[in-house]
C-alpha cells in the first residue's frame, strides 16, 4: 500500500461492514469543505449517525514559529491564521501584548481598528453567505457577496496598499493614519450596504431551500454551546447575548452604539440571521467610528509613544534595522510565569493569544485560541443529538471556512414549514363531485405505502380545485394539501411555478393570448392592444364585471396558426384584433 | 414557516437585562474576580482546606492547583453559583525547560454569568506526565486535551478518546516541547516509505524534492 494510499485508509466497524450503515470518506479535499477537512461519516441511507472530523491537514506550528522570530517578526503571521478576516488576528495579537507590556493605545489609533475590525468582520461574514449560498445552489448570493467583497477590499487597499492580508496593526496603534477622504469613503460604502444586506435577506430569509437546510438543522441547546466553548455568532444564536465587544469592551467599543442579536432556537437558521444582523450593527459601527474620527479624535496620535516596545512610525527614519528590536518586558527580572491570554471578538468567535513573556526578545511560550476549533468540535453533538440528520449543514452556517455538502432531500420534519394540515377537511370543502374526481386521480398514481396518497397527483388535482373554485386561495392550497397529505408550502410551490394555476382571483373567462415569437411577428401585440383598448385590461387584470382575465402565455404551441389564443380549452386561430374582440364579447 | 418568530431583531438584549450595566475595566474585573476567589477559597471560605493558591493578575486572577486537584478545582469553580465559571475558554501547556517540573498546563476558563475570566495552572514533570480529564466538565475540553497530548506529550485520563489531533497518529515526537527543533522532524515510516517510492519512480537521489 502507498504512502498516500495508507493516509486514507479506514477500517470499517462491524456495523458498517456488515449492517445497513456505510461509512463514507469525505474530504480532505473536497470542493464544499473549502478548505482542507476530512471528515468519516456513518451513513444510514442519507442521514448522517456518526462523524468524525479530522483535522491537521494545514497544521503550521505557527506557536512554535512564533517561539523563535519574536514578537514583532511574527505579526504577519498572524494574518494567516484566518484569512478570511486578518485584521481581526493582527488585533488580537497586538492587545495581548499591549496589555502584556502595559502598552497605552491613543483614542484616535483605537477607533481606526475598530474601523478595520468591523471592515474585516464583513469580509468574513460575507464569505460565509456567498459560499453557503453557492454550495446551496445559490450561485447568485456568490456573486453579491463577492460583490461587496471586493468594495472593502478596495477600502483597505486604499487605506494600507495591501488587499486580503495587509498587516496594518503595530503595538501600539495602527501604521497608517486614516485620512478624511478614506472616511468619507468608508461611510458612503457603509451607508450602501445596508442596501445590500436587505438584498441578501431577500434572496434568502424566506427562500424555501434555504429555509429548509437551515431550519432544524444543527441545533445547539445554550448549555451544549457553553459546555463545549462555543462563542460568537454561534453562542448567541442559542439565544446567549454575550459579546466581548459589550462585556469586555477593547479598543474603545464602549464609545460605540450597538445591539447584540441573537437568535432563539439555536439551529442553523438562527445563526444565519444572528449574522446578518450583525452586519447591519457592524455597518452601524462603521460609521459611528468614522464620525468620530472626523470629529473629537481628528489629529490624535495612531501610535503609542513607548519606544520600549513601539516600533517608530514609518515617516520617521529607522533605527537599528526597524524590525529587529527586541521587545523588552519592563522588568528583566520579572518572574517567568507572566502570561496573559486575552481574547478578542473575531468574526467567527472569541480569538485568544497567550504569550508568556520572561523579558527575552522571544516569548517562551505562545498559543492562540482560535474560535474555530472549538467551533469544529460542535460537530460531535450534532452528530448524536436528537436530530441525527444533521448535516454538515449545520456547520455550514457556522463558520465561512466549513461549506455545506452533505444536503437530505427529505427532511422529516418538513411538516414544521406550513401551518398544521391536519385540522382541513377536503371532503367538507370541495363538493361531492370534485372529490369523486380526485379519487379517481389518485387510484392511477403510484403510492408509496397503503396510507400515502400518491404525490404525482397534484397536478392534475390542483386542475380539478382550481376548476370548482375558480382560483387556488390559501385555503384551497391548504386543503389540497391536506388531502395529499402535504405541507401546504409544497402545494404552493408546484402551483406557483406553473401559470396556468391562479393565486389570485380571475374573471369567469380567462383569456390565454400567446406571445411567442411567432405570434409576435404575425400580430398578437396589435391583439393585446386592441382588447386593451375595447376592454380596458392589460395582462393579468380582470373587467370590472367579472367577466374576462387577460392573461399572456409564453407559448401555445400553435406557430402554424399564428397569432392564437386560448379561452376555456378552446384554441382561437390565425387571429386578427376584431376577431379577436369578436369572440371574447361573445362570452358570457 | 413563521420567521417573525425567530428573527433577533429587537430580541437583542432581553437575556442581558440582568448583567451589570456598567463596563468595569478590565483591571477592576480582575479585581472583583479576585475578592470573589478569596472569599471561597481564601482562609474562612468555602474551600478553605484545598491546598491551592489564588494570586491577582494583569487582566485576570490565576491559581495554581496541585496536578491532582484540577479537575475537582475546576468543577467547584463550575457549580459554585457564586463564581459560575461555566466555560472553558483555552486549555494549553508551555514546556519549560529546564525548569522542573517542566510541564505548566494552564486552563483560562470564563464566567458567561459574571464577564470574569480565570487561569488555572498546574505543574506537570516529564517523568509522570498526566491529568485527570475534563472533558466531563466542558466538552470544549475535548480537542484541547487532544491538542496538548499531541503537541506535548502529556495524557488525559479518562478522555473518551485521546489521540493526536494535528500529527499523524504514529508520529513519535511532540512538536511543542522545546527540544523539539523549528525545522521539525518527518514521521519515520512515512518517510522511509517516501523516500522508498520516490527512489523506485526516479532513481536513487533524484526527484523533485527530497522531503527533508
Known amino acids: ?588 | 414557516m413563521n420567521r417573525q418568530e425567530s428573527t433577533p431583531q429587537g430580541a437583542s438584549d432581553s437575556a442581558a437585562q440582568g448583567r451589570p450595566s456598567a463596563k468595569p475595566s478590565p483591571r477592576e474585573r480582575m479585581e472583583r474576580c479576585h475578592s470573589a476567589l478569596t472569599l471561597a477559597f481564601g482562609p474562612g471560605g468555602r474551600y478553605e482546606s484545598w491546598d491551592l493558591s489564588v494570586s491577582e493578575g494583569r487582566d485576570m486572577p490565576s491559581m495554581e492547583v496541585r496536578r491532582g486537584e484540577v479537575s475537582p478545582t475546576i468543577e467547584a469553580l463550575r457549580d459554585d453559583p457564586a463564581l459560575a465559571f461555566d466555560q472553558l475558554s483555552y486549555l494549553t501547556a508551555t514546556d519549560e525547560l529546564p525548569e522542573e517540573p517542566r510541564f505548566r498546563l494552564v486552563y483560562f476558563l470564563a464566567s458567561t454569568k459574571y464577564s470574569w475570566r480565570l487561569k488555572v495552572h498546574t505543574k506537570i514533570a516529564e517523568a509522570d506526565a498526566r491529568v485527570r480529564s475534563i472533558v466531563s466538565l466542558h466538552s470544549g475540553a475535548n480537542w484541547m486535551e487532544r491538542e496538548v497530548y499531541d503537541m506535548f506529550g502529556i495524557r488525559f485520563e479518562g478522555h473518551p478518546e485521546l489521540k493526536r489531533i494535528l500529527m499523524p497518529e504514529e508520529y513519535g515526537h511532540h512538536p511543542l516541547r522545546k527540544d523539539f527543533p523549528i525545522e521539525g522532524i518527518q514521521p519515520d515510516r512515512l518517510y522511509r516509505e517516501w523516500e522508498a517510492a520516490r527512489n523506485a519512480a526516479y532513481g536513487e537521489g533524484r526527484g523533485a524534492g527530497n522531503g527533508r
Request: charged share 25%; glycine share 10%; aromatic share 8%.
Open chain 1, 1 to 588: 500500500m502507498s504512502v498516500e494510499t495508507r493516509l486514507f485508509e479506514f477500517t470499517p466497524t462491524e456495523e458498517t461492514a456488515h449492517g445497513d450503515l456505510m461509512t463514507l470518506n469525505y474530504g480532505p479535499q473536497h470542493p464544499a469543505t473549502h478548505g482542507v477537512l476530512r471528515l468519516l461519516i456513518t451513513l444510514d441511507g442519507e442521514t448522517i449517525v456518526d462523524m468524525d472530523p479530522i483535522v491537521g491537514y494545514l497544521h503550521r506550528g505557527k506557536e512554535k514559529e512564533a517561539e523563535h522570530l519574536g514578537y514583532h517578526r511574527w505579526f504577519p503571521f498572524t494574518d494567516r491564521l484566518d484569512y478570511l478576516a486578518p485584521i481581526q488576528n493582527n488585533i488580537g495579537f497586538s492587545i495581548a501584548i499591549e496589555r502584556l507590556a502595559g502598552i497605552e493605545v491613543p483614542a484616535r489609533a483605537q477607533a481606526i481598528r475598530v474601523v478595520l475590525n468591523e471592515l474585516s468582520r464583513l469580509t468574513a461574514h460575507l464569505i460565509y453567505l456567498g459560499t453557503t449560498g453557492i454550495d446551496l445552489g445559490a450561485v447568485t448570493m456568490f456573486f453579491h457577496c463577492f460583490k461587496d467583497r471586493e468594495r472593502i477590499f478596495d477600502l483597505l487597499d486604499l487605506y494600507s496598499g495591501h488587499r486580503t492580508n495587509p498587516t496594518p496593526i503595530r503595538f501600539g496603534g495602527t501604521l497608517y493614519d486614516m485620512p478624511q477622504k478614506l472616511t468619507s469613503e468608508i461611510r458612503e460604502f457603509a451607508r450602501g450596504f445596508g442596501k445590500s444586506v436587505d438584498e441578501y435577506e431577500q434572496m434568502l430569509t424566506g427562500n424555501r431551500i434555504w429555509y429548509d437546510r437551515n431550519k432544524g438543522v444543527g441545533k445547539i441547546t445554550a448549555e451544549q454551546a457553553i459546555s463545549l466553548g462555543l462563542t460568537g455568532p454561534n453562542l448567541r444564536g442559542c439565544g446567549i447575548a454575550r459579546d466581548l465587544r459589550r462585556d469586555e469592551p477593547y479598543d474603545g467599543y464602549e464609545h460605540y452604539d450597538f445591539e447584540i442579536p441573537i437568535g432563539h432556537e439555536g439551529d442553523a437558521f438562527d445563526r444565519y440571521l444572528v449574522r446578518v444582523q450583525e452586519m447591519r450593527e457592524s455597518r452601524r459601527i462603521l460609521e459611528q467610528a468614522c464620525d468620530r474620527l472626523d470629529g473629537e479624535l481628528q489629529g490624535g496620535e495612531i501610535l503609542a509613544n513607548d519606544r520600549r516596545y513601539v516600533l517608530p512610525p514609518r515617516a520617521r527614519p529607522r533605527f537599528d534595522g526597524g524590525a529587529h528590536i527586541p521587545i523588552q518586558s519592563g522588568d528583566r527580572h520579572a518572574p517567568p510565569h507572566r502570561r496573559d491570554l486575552l481574547r478578542h471578538r473575531g468574526g467567527q468567535g472569541e480569538l485568544g493569544f497567550f504569550v508568556v513573556s520572561k523579558g527575552e526578545r522571544t516569548p517562551i511560550a505562545s498559543g492562540s485560541a482560535a474560535p474555530r476549533s472549538s467551533t469544529c468540535r460542535r460537530f460531535a453533538p450534532c452528530r448524536a443529538g436528537g436530530s441525527s440528520r444533521t448535516s454538515s449543514r449545520s456547520s455550514g452556517a457556522s463558520t465561512s471556512c466549513w461549506g455545506s455538502a452533505i444536503d437530505e432531500l427529505q427532511s422529516p420534519d418538513s411538516q414544521e414549514s406550513g401551518a398544521p394540515a391536519a385540522k382541513k377537511d377536503p371532503r367538507a370543502y370541495f363538493t361531492k363531485e370534485t372529490i369523486a374526481k380526485f379519487e379517481a386521480l389518485v387510484k392511477q398514481y403510484p403510492r408509496q405505502s397503503a396510507e400515502s396518497m400518491p404525490r404525482a397527483a397534484l397536478i392534475p388535482i390542483l386542475h380539478h380545485a382550481q376548476d370548482e373554485k375558480g382560483w387556488l386561495s390559501i385555503e384551497t392550497i391548504e386543503h389540497v394539501a391536506a388531502y395529499l397529505g402535504l405541507a401546504p408550502i409544497q402545494v404552493w410551490e408546484t402551483a406557483s411555478f406553473y401559470p396556468m394555476f391562479h393565486r389570485k382571483p380571475v374573471g369567469r373567462n380567462v383569456v390565454w393570448v400567446c406571445r411567442n415569437i411567432a405570434c409576435d411577428l404575425r400580430g398578437a401585440p396589435d391583439v393585446i392592444a386592441k382588447i386593451r383598448e375595447r376592454f380596458g385590461i392589460g395582462p393579468e387584470e380582470t373587467t370590472e364585471d367579472g367577466r374576462v382575465t387577460l392573461k399572456l402565455a409564453e407559448c401555445l404551441g400553435g406557430c402554424t396558426a399564428a397569432p392564437v389564443m386560448e379561452i376555456g380549452g378552446q384554441y382561437h386561430e390565425n387571429l386578427t384584433p376584431a376577431k379577436a374582440t369578436g369572440i371574447i364579447d361573445s362570452l358570457k
